[in-house]
């Protein structure tokens, strides 16, 4: 420690959530509040508080101030979408008005999800966000929370022409970059699902493939695939979101 330099710390276990405003001085309570906007529930079996500062004033700033906690039985709401992960566990870290939170499990909905990282800022605008999760899912929960996520109009129209969508998608689900503007990334492993897709006049079923919906396209890869009577092997199909609009098909018929 350097000279002139206080350090103080705090330990305490078995902590609800809520009750994080009574081990919060100064300045960081703000981040607090912040926080309880979207994990407004949780138990926490171990809290760690820890300041530094040349004085008590300064040791109450939120940027020389560092909670660290395990979360679980938590609740992470992202308002816009309306979207709610239950049964949330995780390490979670704040420092200088970033949320940190690793190795994190969740539901959401019927879904599992596992392996994820978060991090939310509070100190500027718009705020940061990046979540970054692997998800075992079914079809219709996947397409329910691309409609809440998608506002793009030509990308919505096309989810909307999905219908009966049926299965089961593993994967990685990725949301960003900031609090009021999120947008979905989608990286699926392993999909087995079918569905009726509006301009097409049979069933689409998908056996086997790599999925990935970003921003700039949406691709399908590997995948065995039939439409109606009809059998590919080897499906490659790339939809290109700009304005060209592009598409691409690839395939060996069976």
């Known amino acids: 420690i350097e000279p002139d330099l206080f350090s103080a710390s705090v330990q305490v276990r078995d902590l609800d959530i809520a009750k994080l405003r009574e081990f919060a001085p100064g300045k960081a309570d703000d981040d607090i509040e912040k926080i309880l906007r979207y994990i407004p529930a949780g138990k926490i079996p171990e809290l760690t508080v820890q300041s530094t500062g040349r004085s008590f004033a300064e040791m109450a700033l939120s940027k020389n101030i560092v909670l660290s906690a395990t979360l679980r039985d938590g609740k992470l709401v992202l308002p816009d979408p309306e979207l709610e992960f239950m049964n949330v566990a995780a390490s979670v870290r704040l420092v200088a008005g970033m949320l940190e939170a690793q190795a994190i499990t969740a539901n959401l909905g019927t879904a599992k999800a596992w392996n994820g990282k978060l991090k939310v800022g509070f100190s500027r605008k718009p705020s940061p966000f990046h979540l970054d999760i692997m998800v075992h899912t079914g079809a219709p929960e996947l397409h329910a929370v691309l409609l809440k996520l998608v506002h793009e109009p030509a990308a919505r129209e096309e989810l909307l022409k999905l219908r009966h969508v049926e299965g ?32 097409v006049p049979f069933p689409i079923v998908i056996r086997r493939g790599r999925l990935k919906y970003d921003p700039a396209m949406i691709q399908l890869e590997n995948a065995q695939a039939s439409v109606g009577r009809s059998s590919f092997d080897d499906l490659d199909v790339t939809w290109h979101r700009d304005g060209s609009r592009e598409m691409s098909v690839e395939s060996k018929r069976t």
């Open 168 to 199: 089961e998608l593993s994967g990685r689900l990725v949301l960003g970059e900031t609090i009021d503007a999120l947008t979905p990334v989608v990286a699926i492993s392993e999909a087995k699902v079918s569905a009726d897709y509006q301009p």
